[in-house]
């Protein structure tokens, strides 16, 4: 499963010094509950370097920016062989918007077969 960027709610100033919210396009409250969803799940994030975070989904802010709680980190050895990955902890880190690639949760295969029925 993949994950989107989405803005959730962005606010602006007004001249009179109030402040107005406009809603993303799916509506603030479901992507609130989509990624609500995935809090203490496992999940994959792969960056551009090659290189790959496994850990416990903590959060994830507007910029979708996202924090991993015990995280291990998988990188190659080897440019040549992608067989050798060496692997260290980490703890908690926070993986920038700008450097992900990718990113899987793991979920149960009674939630991965109701993602794939096809609703009319």
Do not use: W
């Not at 990955?85 to 949760?105: A, D, K, N, Y």
């Amino acid at each position: 499963m993949e994950m989107e960027q989405e803005t959730l709610v962005t606010s602006s100033g007004g001249q009179d010094g109030s402040h107005s919210e406009r809603p993303s396009e799916p509506s603030s409250s479901s992507t609130v509950a989509r990624v609500k969803k995935l809090l203490f799940r496992q999940v994959l994030v792969g960056i551009k370097d090659g290189r790959f975070f496994m850990g416990t989904f903590h959060c994830m802010d507007k910029q979708g920016n996202i924090i991993l709680q015990d995280a291990v980190e998988y990188r190659s050895t080897r440019r040549n062989s992608p067989s050798q990955m060496e692997q260290r902890c980490l703890g908690l880190i926070l993986i920038p918007f700008s450097c992900r690639t990718s990113c899987h949760v793991e979920c149960p295969i009674e939630e991965q077969m109701s993602l794939m029925t096809i609703q009319e």
